[in-house]
């Protein structure tokens, strides 16, 4: 199947500083990515949906300026959070749909566990 | 809310016993899509069933789909330990989104 590499898979920083994530799509291009975030024994909540060469569409409640998103090419998408603070420790995981004729399916990067100090 | 619901939220079976899980969802959707996420990782897809589809089957796995009342279900067969795991349904939409349900924690005890 289809791989989805996420990078760092944990990360832990002091308030006030700025976290890159990145998610990979390794065999195939992805021209949609999108980013949930996973609090503990909680579900995924999009957070944004993200367009090769557009702007990301945020769902309601998400801080565009906090959560930026770039998706620059068909296998590269990432997530900075910025100026982070301890409420925004949380497991982040990005995902690549790849729609076929028939199918369309969510491949998962392993997720980042971001802690702020 | 983004979230379906699902029940039950842990559900702890014997290994060989099956496993049934529920999603209730919201929205008009185009299918749904049952996931698996072991502790800390992300997650798997499983199975896709079509808002045109009933029932379906892939393995051990079984999935049926009642639009009318905006429910699914997964069925998994002579469980083995190795599917403890916690269990998603994701609905997308005309759109293109995915959006996960409240998820069930299965355990299966060996």
């Known amino acids: 199947g289809a791989v989805v590499s996420q990078h760092p898979s944990r990360v832990i920083c002091k308030s006030g500083t700025s976290v890159k994530i990145e998610c990979r799509s390794l065999?195939?291009?992805?021209?949609?990515m999108f980013w949930y975030r996973q609090f503990p024994k909680q579900s995924l909540m999009l957070m944004a949906t993200s367009n090769e060469g557009s702007k990301a569409t945020y769902e309601q409640g998400v801080e565009k300026d906090k959560f930026l998103i770039n998706h620059a090419s068909l296998t590269l998408s990432t997530l900075t959070v910025t100026s982070a603070h301890p409420e925004d420790s949380s497991f982040y995981i990005c995902s690549a749909g790849l729609w076929g004729e028939r199918d369309e399916k969510l491949f998962f990067g392993s997720g980042t566990q971001l802690s702020v100090l | 809310s983004q979230q379906g619901e699902e029940d039950p939220q842990a559900l702890s079976i014997q290994e060989g016993e099956n496993a049934t899980m529920n999603c209730s969802y919201k929205?008009?959707?185009?299918?749904l899509q049952w996931y698996r996420q072991n502790s800390g990782r992300g997650l798997v897809h499983l199975i896709l069933?079509?808002?045109?589809?009933r029932e379906k089957h892939s393995g051990r796995l079984r999935v049926t789909l009642d639009t009318s009342k905006k429910s699914s279900s997964l069925l998994i067969t002579a469980s083995r330990a190795a599917d403890t795991a916690s269990y998603f349904c994701a609905t997308a939409n005309t759109g293109n989104q995915f959006y996960f349900g409240t998820g069930t924690s299965l355990t299966v005890i060996p």
């Open positions: 929205t008009s959707i185009n299918n």
């Open positions: 069933i079509r808002s045109n589809e």
């Open positions: 065999d195939f291009q992805a021209t949609t």
